[in-house]
């Protein structure tokens, strides 16, 4: 069984910092690509940031500059630092993690239950 868990998020006014966390546990053989995602108020969830194995990463435009992730495989988990923030950065963030469990061949995608991100003006 494995778990997958964010953390961290909050309420700040713009111009703030959050640091998210993505922590995976259970029968973990690898933690492989994680994508963060945000899904803002009658909006579709996005694709924001992912963060492969060996720690390459990539960015949608909105986010660069200000979103940086970064891993920590001993602890099987991803953070993702967020400075400048802005009211348009308001929404629930997920991480959907690829993982490769104890005893199976194949890398299995697990969602976390997401964690909200507020930024008053």
């Known amino acids: 069984q494995v778990q997958v868990v964010e953390s961290g998020g909050g309420l700040v006014q713009a111009g703030g910092s959050l640091r998210l966390s993505c922590a995976a546990s259970?029968?973990?053989?690898?933690?492989?690509?994680v994508g963060w995602y945000r899904q803002a108020p009658g909006k579709q969830r996005e694709l924001i940031a992912t963060?492969?194995?060996?720690?390459?990463?990539s960015y949608i435009d909105s986010v660069k500059g200000r979103f940086t992730l970064s891993r920590d495989n001993a602890k099987n988990t991803v953070y993702l630092q967020m400075i400048s923030l802005k009211p348009e950065d308001t929404a629930v963030y997920y991480c959907?993690?690829?993982?490769?469990?104890?005893?199976?061949?194949?890398?299995?995608?697990?969602w976390g239950q997401g964690t909200q991100v507020s930024v008053s003006s």
């Open positions: 963060i492969s194995r060996d720690g390459s990463t």
């Open positions: 959907n993690a690829a993982i490769l469990l104890r005893g199976r061949g194949v890398l299995e995608n697990y």
């Open positions: 259970g029968s973990i053989s690898l933690l492989n690509t």
